[in-house]
C-alpha cells in the first residue's frame, strides 16, 4: 500500500529556512508527479510546488517563486522542499502528494490521489 510521508516542519523565525522531506513507499515513480501544498488554517488547500518525476520539471506558486525549491533524490524514493526566506504568510499545515496529472492541471489538489498527513510549519518571532 502507497505511503507518503512528511517531516521537517518546525519553528522558524521569519527569514529563516527549513527543509521538508516526502519520503513515498509501496508506489513507482515513472510518469508521476510529486507535489507540495499548504493548508492554513480556515483556507483551502494551495498548491506550492510539483516535480514530475522523470523530466524533472518544476513548477512553482509564485507567492514562493525564488524563495522555495522542490527537488526529488530517486534512490531515497523521496521529494524535498527546501523553504529560504520564510514569511509568516507561509505558516501552514504542508501536505506531499502523488499523481499523475496532465500538465494543465499539475496545480490542482484534484490531480493527485495520494496524499501524506502533513507537517507542520510556523513562521513567527
Known amino acids: 500500500q502507497e505511503q507518503l510521508v512528511e517531516s521537517g516542519g518546525g519553528l522558524v523565525l521569519p527569514g529563516g529556512s527549513l527543509r521538508l522531506s516526502c519520503t513515498v513507499s509501496g508506489g513507482t515513480f515513472n510518469g508521476y508527479a510529486l507535489a507540495w501544498f499548504r493548508q492554513a488554517p480556515g483556507k483551502e488547500r494551495e498548491f506550492v510546488a510539483a516535480i514530475r518525476w522523470n523530466a524533472r520539471s518544476t513548477f512553482y506558486a509564485d507567492s514562493v517563486k525564488g524563495r522555495f525549491t522542490i527537488s526529488r533524490d530517486s534512490a531515497q524514493s523521496a521529494v524535498y522542499l527546501q523553504m529560504n526566506s520564510l514569511k509568516p504568510e507561509d505558516t501552514a499545515l504542508y501536505f506531499c502528494?502523488?499523481?499523475?496529472?496532465?500538465?494543465?492541471?499539475?496545480?490542482?489538489?484534484?490531480?493527485?490521489?495520494?496524499w501524506g498527513q502533513g507537517t507542520q510549519v510556523t513562521v513567527s518571532s
Open positions: 502528494a502523488r499523481g499523475r496529472p496532465i500538465l494543465s492541471a499539475i496545480r490542482s489538489t484534484t490531480s493527485y490521489y495520494s
